[in-house]
């Protein structure tokens, strides 16, 4: 019997491919016997591994001429069902002309079923991206629609990670991710990083505070030269996704101004605090009971928020259990 074939298109990067994994896990409750292929970029891939609703993950480098010769036997094979996961962008609508299928079609075009879950996971962008799937494929409606991001983190890596990073009895880890050095106005400024670890470890005697940095943001560092305490650390991730993923879940809570640690810590289902702002607050922060924001005044421009804000945003993730803030 002929299988079911089914190719999803994303050629960006890990945050945008982590956010698209409940509709993959949809396309695959949908048709679990199916086989199931996504075309990522060599970033995209890396939020994929090890994910059980894929079967094959095909790279593509929009920089590289030898990835389209690599990648055009597998476009030009048959789909079922081609799915572009962003309708505006240029490469992917080059992608899914090549695309053989008997159904096209693409997300991210403002086409919208109706939603049967929360008001405000209807408007985060999974829940977008999972109404827009509905409509442009006129698939079944979903009445408990799940917008949880799935990312695999191996208990091999689980246990590797906590035996290189144990726990201290009687400390509660807090985990800050201080990047994205590229990003200026979307980045909190590192000084009030800086102040925010100080209050952190000044306030609270029973915090282990480890700052995160991936490793083009090792520059960052630097800011803590001269803070000393035996209770401040650093991870810089380094090894692999799923080695990052399994170090947040060994913090109690965690904070960051950067989309992609932020949907990773959602993934793995780390209370999360979120230095925003407001169109990305609605779109983008990670949905849960224990994840909160602390968001500026002004759209694209996190420089704003105070100190103050992002502590007592902390205290409410962490339930009130940090000491109180004090001018």
Known sequence: ??????????????????????????????????????????????ALEDNPDVDHVFLYDKKSVRSWFRLLPKLLAPHDLVVSFNGRSKTLRLLCALARGTKKGALNTGRLAPWSGSPEDGCHYSGVMLRELE??????????????????????????????YPQVPGLRRVGIFIGNIKKIGLRWPIEKFVELTSVLLEKNADLDVWIVAGESDVPLLE???????????????????????????????????????????GAVKVPTVSITYPWSEELWTPRGPRNFSAVSKVNDDVRDIPVK????????????TLTPWSD
């Open 223 to 265: 800011a803590y030269r001269d803070m000393k305490n035996p209770r401040l650390h650093q991870f810089i991730g380094q090894k692999s996704l799923q080695h990052t993923a399994a170090f947040l879940k060994t913090c109690e809570a965690f904070v960051t101004c950067t989309s992609s640690p932020q949907h990773l810590a």
């Open 1 to 46: 019997m002929k299988k079911f074939h089914i190719l999803c298109l994303r050629s960006d990067r890990i945050g945008d491919m982590l956010v698209s994994t409940p509709v993959i896990h949809r396309l695959r409750e949908l048709y679990p016997d199916a086989v199931l292929d996504v075309v990522a970029s060599p970033l995209g891939a890396v």
């Open 309 to 320: 804000d992002v502590y007592e945003t902390l205290n409410r993730t962490m339930q009130d």
């Open 135 to 164: 409509a442009e494929f006129d698939l079944p409606h979903d009445e408990h629609p799940d917008i949880s991001i799935r990312f695999t983190v191996p208990a091999s890596v689980e246990k590797d990670v906590q035996a290189r």
